[in-house]
C-alpha cells in the first residue's frame, strides 16, 4: 500500500462468479490503456472458487486487489466496501458478471472529463428477462425518477464512474447503491450525466436478482426521499405530521361535541371514547413538534472546538 495510488479504480462486487473472473479481467486489460489503474474484486462471501482465481490473478498482476468479506453481506455492503479501499480519483462500479461491457470504460471517463461528478451508464437493449428483471426496472426507474427529481433512465446499471471526493460524503446500506445518483446530488450537489452502454446476456453463473428484491427497494426509496427532501429542514418534515394530528384531533373534537347531547342516551359512551382520541393525537403532534426541533438543533448545529458551525450538507467545518 505504499505504492503510489492509481489514477482509476475499477470496483466489481462478485459472488459466486468464478467462471467470469478471467473473461473480466482480460476485458478490462483491453479497456483501459496505461498501467494507472487498479481493479479491485469484493468476494462477497463466495461458496465457489471466486476468491482463489482473484488471488491468482493478482499474483501474476499488482494492478489485481482482493477484498475478501467473511460471509455474503449484499451487494450494497460490498460495493461500499470497495470504495473504501479503492485508491483512485476516479472510481467505476461494475457487475461481475460479464453483462457490463469493459470496453465503454473510457466513455464514463471521457464523460467525466466534461465536468461531471457522477456519470451514470443506461442499459442499451438490455439482455434480461423480461416480466421478472426488465418490467420491476421500468417502475422502479420512473418512480425513483419521481420521487427524487433526478431523471436517471437506469438506477440499477451498476456501470458508472464517480469522483473520489462525491463517494466520501455518504455510506452505503441496505440496498443504497441503486440510488448513488439520487444520494449524490442530495447531499452533495454533484453534476449527474448518463450515456448508453451496452449490456450483454449472461454466459456463466447465476442471476442473484429476483422479484422479492422489491420491497428493500420501495424501503430504500421513502429513505431516500426524506433525506433528499427534508435532511437540512427536518421541521418541515415533523410539522407537516404534526398538522395532520391536529386536524385529526379537531375532527374527533367536533365527534366529541356530537355526541354529548342534552341528556343521558346510551350513545353517551362515545364521549369517553372520542376525548381519549384527541388526547391521543393533539399529543402525538407535541411529539412530533419536539422531534422537529431536535432534527433542526442536530442538522443546522455542531460544537466543535467551542465554536458553533452550520452546515446545509451535516458536515462540521
Not at 28 to 47: H, I, N, Q, T
Not at 192 to 214: C, N, Q, T, W
Not at 217 to 231: G, N, P, Q, T
Request: hydrophobic share 45%; glycine share 8%.
Amino acid at each position: 500500500m505504499n505504492e503510489p495510488a492509481p489514477h482509476l479504480s475499477i470496483v466489481v462486487p462478485v459472488y459466486n462468479e468464478s467462471a467470469n473472473i478471467g473473461p473480466l479481467i482480460e476485458a478490462v486489460r483491453e479497456a483501459v490503456s496505461g498501467p494507472d489503474w487498479e481493479l479491485v474484486f469484493v468476494d462477497d462471501g463466495s461458496r465457489d472458487d471466486t476468491r482463489m482465481r482473484v488471488e491468482e490473478a493478482a499474483e501474476v498482476d499488482d494492478r489485481i486487489r482482493l477484498i475478501a468479506l467473511a460471509r455474503n453481506f449484499g451487494q450494497t455492503a460490498a460495493m461500499q466496501a470497495g470504495f473504501d479501499y479503492a485508491r483512485g480519483e476516479i472510481v467505476v462500479s461494475m457487475d461481475g458478471d460479464m453483462q457490463n461491457d469493459p470496453a465503454d470504460i473510457p466513455r464514463l471517463l471521457a464523460k467525466l472529463d466534461d465536468g461531471f461528478d457522477v456519470v451514470v451508464g443506461y442499459r442499451v437493449a438490455r439482455q434480461d428477462r423480461l416480466i421478472t428483471r426488465k418490467v420491476p426496472s421500468w417502475i422502479a426507474n420512473r418512480i425513483i425518477a419521481r420521487l427524487t427529481g433526478v431523471r436517471i433512465r437506469d438506477n440499477g446499471c451498476s456501470l458508472k464512474a464517480y469522483r473520489r471526493s462525491i463517494l466520501g460524503r455518504f455510506v452505503l446500506y441496505s440496498d443504497m447503491h441503486r440510488f448513488i445518483p439520487a444520494m449524490a446530488v442530495a447531499v452533495a450537489g454533484a453534476r449527474v450525466a448518463e450515456i448508453p452502454v451496452r449490456h450483454h446476456p449472461r454466459r456463466a453463473g447465476e442471476s442473484k436478482y429476483g422479484l422479492s428484491r422489491i420491497w428493500k427497494v420501495l424501503s430504500d426509496l421513502l429513505a431516500i426521499k426524506m433525506i433528499s427532501s427534508f435532511r437540512s429542514r427536518p421541521l418541515v418534515m415533523f410539522g407537516l405530521g404534526a398538522l395532520v394530528s391536529v386536524a385529526v384531533g379537531l375532527g374527533f373534537t367536533m365527534l366529541t361535541l356530537l355526541s354529548v347531547p342534552g341528556g343521558f342516551r346510551s350513545d353517551m359512551a362515545y364521549a369517553y371514547v372520542f376525548p381519549s382520541i384527541v388526547i391521543v393525537w393533539f399529543t402525538s403532534a407535541f411529539y412530533l413538534l419536539l422531534l422537529g426541533l431536535i432534527g433542526e438543533v442536530a442538522v443546522r448545529s455542531e460544537t466543535v472546538s467551542g465554536r458553533t458551525v452550520f452546515s446545509a450538507a451535516g458536515e462540521s467545518t
